[in-house]
C-alpha cells in the first residue's frame, strides 16, 4: 500500500511540473505573439511612412528646395520638398546638425514678407524624413536654433536657408 501511495505522490509531481510547464510555456508564447504583434504595428507604419514619401518624391509637381549652410564650398545640404499642387512638404533632415542641448531646430518660412515659425525638426525622424504642415506662398525656407515654444516673431540663428 506504502508502494502504491509513493507511486501516486510521484505521479502526481509529475503531473503538475508537467502542467507548470505547459503553463508556463503558453505565457512565454503569449509574450511573444504580442512583441510580434508590435513589430508587426510597426513595420506597417513605417510602409505606410515610406508610401507616403515615395508618393511625394515621384509626383512631377513637387519640387526638391536645396537648404545650405550658406558656405562657399559648403557640403552641408539638406532639402525640402515641396508641393504646391497636394499641398504637401516634408523635409530631409539627415545634413541638419543636431542643435545645443535645450535647443531645438525650427523650420521658418518667408510667407509673403513676414516670418512664420512651422514646426520644430525632431533629430530622430525615421530616416531622417520629416512630414510639415504646408503653408502656401512661400517665399524662403529657413531652419533655425530655437528654444522649445518658439514664441520668437522672428529665427533666432539660421543656419540653413533657402535661395
Given amino acids: 500500500m506504502q508502494r ?9 509531481l509529475l503531473i503538475t511540473g508537467l502542467v ?7 505565457k512565454t508564447l503569449a509574450a ?8 508587426l504595428v510597426a513595420a506597417n507604419t513605417a510602409q505606410q511612412h515610406l508610401r507616403d514619401q515615395i508618393t511625394l518624391l515621384k509626383d512631377s509637381d513637387t519640387q526638391a528646395i536645396s537648404l545650405t549652410d550658406g558656405g562657399q564650398y559648403s557640403k ?4 525640402l520638398y515641396y508641393n504646391k499642387t497636394r499641398e504637401e512638404a516634408a523635409i530631409d ?7 545645443p542641448p535645450d535647443r531645438v531646430n525650427w523650420l521658418w518660412v518667408l510667407q509673403q514678407g513676414k516670418f512664420v515659425p512651422v514646426a520644430p525638426l525632431v533629430n530622430s525622424a525615421v530616416g531622417s524624413w520629416q512630414k510639415l504642415p504646408f503653408l502656401p506662398n512661400v517665399d524662403k525656407f529657413m531652419i533655425a536654433i530655437g528654444n522649445e515654444k518658439n514664441t520668437s516673431t522672428i529665427p533666432e540663428l539660421v543656419i540653413f536657408t533657402s535661395k
Fill in 93 to 99: 533632415i539627415g545634413g541638419v546638425p543636431p542643435p
Fill in 32 to 39: 511573444h505573439q504580442n512583441t510580434l504583434k508590435e513589430q
Fill in 20 to 26: 507548470l510547464y505547459q503553463f508556463w510555456q503558453i
Fill in 76 to 79: 552641408a545640404v539638406t532639402y
Fill in 4 to 12: 502504491y501511495s509513493n507511486t501516486t505522490t510521484l505521479l502526481l
